[in-house]
């Protein structure tokens, strides 16, 4: 079975300071896909970054990064320089194929981001 | 590209009667579609994945005889909550996956919030 921890239910951080979302994942597959997605308060939810099994590369996407590390299982995300806009509800999700041509998407519980002016 | 559209974006519905929400893919086929719920403050849950021309497969304890899934064509999937209830009151969101090379992708509806009164 499939695991996604969120440990941060909650986090408050102060405009502009720098904040990391954790996500600790398991999995018996080899072959996975990890995601990150925003959720405003509207509820749509925003893709924000995926990444494969096979590739560790760290990942810096403007005020955004991701630290992929296997030996963890850990796929942590940093808000640099945090803005009021970047207040939401943060999850991160672990996809294993489930058969039949699909994969199957298990969330975490979510990190609530507010970030304070 | 990839965009994936529910209607409605908000409904109110009376205890006992039915509310039909559609799914649509508006420039991809999708192969397979998921649905989930998300009660509030709480994660997205897997109820359902549906495959076109097939019967969609239940996650356990979601009833299927309450939640009926249509996938009729590539494009659209509908959730059909039957005799509902109070506690249906949630947000429903669909996902879509276009398959060939892509199955681990999913692409999310904007969500559909439905209260039971």
């Known amino acids: 079975a499939q695991k996604v921890t969120q440990a941060q239910t909650e986090i408050s951080v102060v405009e502009k300071e720098d904040v990391t979302l954790d996500c600790v994942y398991e999995?018996?597959?080899?072959?996975?896909?990890l995601f990150w997605y925003k959720q405003p308060p509207s509820g749509e939810l925003v893709f924000l970054i995926r990444?494969?099994?096979?590739?560790?590369q760290n990942e810096i996407s403007g005020r955004y990064s991701w630290n992929f590390q296997k030996s963890t299982s850990s796929f942590n995300f940093t808000i640099t320089a945090s803005q009021v806009v970047d207040s939401a509800v943060y999850f991160c999700?672990?996809?294993?194929?489930?058969?039949?041509?699909?994969?199957?998407?298990?969330f975490g519980k979510g990190t609530k981001l507010s970030v304070i002016p | 590209g990839a965009v994936v559209s529910q209607h409605p974006s908000r409904v109110i519905c009376k205890s006992g009667t039915s509310v039909k929400i559609e799914c649509r893919s508006l420039?991809?086929?999708?192969?397979?579609m998921f649905w989930y719920r998300q009660f509030p403050k709480q994660s997205l849950m897997l109820m359902a994945t549906?495959?076109?021309?097939?019967?969609?497969?239940?996650e356990q304890g979601v009833e299927k005889d309450k939640f009926l899934i249509n996938h009729a064509s590539l494009t659209l999937s509908t959730l059909t909550v039957t005799s509902a209830h109070p506690e249906d009151s949630s947000f429903y969101i669909c996902?879509?996956?276009?398959?060939?090379?892509?199955?681990?992708?999913?692409?999310f509806g904007p969500g559909t919030r439905l209260t039971v009164t």
């Open positions: 996902s879509a996956n276009p398959g060939q090379g892509y199955s681990y992708e999913q692409y």
């Open positions: 999995t018996r597959d080899t072959t996975y896909y």
């Open positions: 990444r494969n099994s096979f590739d560790e």
């Open positions: 999700a672990l996809s294993v194929y489930s058969g039949a041509g699909s994969y199957q998407l298990t």
């Open positions: 420039d991809f086929q999708a192969t397979t």
């Open positions: 549906s495959n076109e021309g097939s019967k969609a497969t239940y």
